[in-house]
């Protein structure tokens, strides 16, 4: 069926390091997202990005949608980084949003 | 400039009382979905339609109905709330059309005492 796994589950980091994580999906994709949910719950638009690079700051996205994959870089992580980042996928035709599990992301001082 | 407003944002009820949370939007898009979000989880999909087409997982327990009257609001109903129920609900709408973006409301909490 269709599917996104993202890993890793879990990230932590010492700040001002990078990381990348990493987002897969089971078929083709219409349209990739990836959201940062803040301490309040709310999801924030990172990136719209079904094929391509984007950069936006400290922060960019590839993706690769003809290995079905994507990738989120944070580079020179801040303790604002911290919290889940979802990625999600719209597989084809009039499907829903499906959402990967998240990877919970931490930065220490 | 909000985009997609939920209300209220923190939403207290007693069990088996219903309760209504409500979604607005100015974006004028056909597509609206409610998802729900239990702690440590990813949103679960609910219902979603596409502009007045209703379609419901086959998952969501029917204690859960949803109403759109029109374009820019959208309602999720609780009919009997148990604690199970207690969660975070997030409304999300995207315009018509495989490739364009969704765009998330704020959220609303819901407890149930």
């Known amino acids: 069926g269709i599917q996104v796994e993202q890993s890793p589950p879990d990230l932590i980091l010492q700040e001002g390091a990078n990381s990348t994580l990493r987002c897969n999906f089971s078929?083709?994709?219409?349209?990739l997202q990836w959201f940062h949910q803040n301490p309040w719950g709310q999801l924030i638009n990172l990136f719209y990005?079904?094929?391509g690079t984007k950069q936006n700051g400290r922060l960019s996205a590839t993706t690769v949608a003809t290995e079905r994959y994507s990738l989120l870089y944070i580079s020179s992580s801040q303790t604002t980084d911290s919290g889940v980042y979802f990625c999600a996928a719209l597989f084809s035709g009039n499907t829903p949003l499906v959402f990967g599990k998240g990877t919970r992301l931490s930065v220490i001082a | 400039d909000a985009m997609v407003i939920q209300n209220p944002r923190y939403q207290v009820t007693q069990f088996g009382k219903p309760v209504t949370l409500s979604c607005s939007q100015t974006l004028n898009h056909n597509v609206m979905y409610w998802y729900q979000q239990k702690s440590s989880q990813a949103p679960k999909l609910l219902f979603h339609y596409y502009d007045k087409d209703f379609n419901n997982e086959a998952d969501t327990p029917d204690n859960f109905q949803s109403r759109r009257p029109n374009t820019s609001f959208c309602f999720l109903d609780i009919r009997s709330p148990g604690l199970g129920d207690a969660a975070m609900y997030l409304c999300?709408?995207?315009?018509w059309g495989d490739g364009t973006e969704a765009f998330f409301g704020q959220g609303t909490r819901l407890t149930v005492v």
């Open positions: 078929d083709s994709v219409n349209n």
């Open positions: 990005i079904p094929s």
């Open positions: 999300a709408t995207r315009g």
